[in-house]
């Protein structure tokens, strides 16, 4: 008795097809929804620190240490993403931040 090739049933394909694009755009309604968390979460630090912020949520300040317009996000204890201990500039910049008198643009 001879074996018949399997034939491909167009139920089954339809089904992975589905599966497949169903898939992808519920991990794309994930990357979504941490994108917005990460944006509101930005914002709310921002508008604690009473900061002008960007589309994004980060908060809008001139870097002391660079001397340029940054957008970056702000902690709750006042310090920006880019904060380095080590700098007199950046130790001032977060003080003027927690003070409310940061440079911003």
């Not at 399997?6 to 599966?19: H, I, K, L, T, V």
């Not at 949520?57 to 902690?75: F, K, L, M, S, T």
Request: aromatic letters at 4%; glycine letters at 6%; a positive charge.
């Amino acid at each position: 008795m001879a074996l018949s090739p399997a034939r491909p049933n167009p139920g089954r394909m339809a089904d992975d097809q589905f599966e497949r694009v169903l898939r992808q755009k519920l991990r794309e309604a994930g990357q979504q929804i941490g994108e917005a968390k990460r944006a509101y979460r930005r914002a709310k630090l921002a508008a604690r620190a009473d900061l002008p912020h960007d589309r994004e949520g980060r908060a809008r300040i001139v870097c002391r240490r660079h001397a340029e317009r940054r957008a970056v996000e702000v902690d709750p204890e006042g310090k920006p993403a880019c904060f380095d201990a080590q700098s007199q500039d950046c130790q001032g910049c977060a003080e003027d931040i927690r003070a409310g008198d940061v440079e911003t643009w």
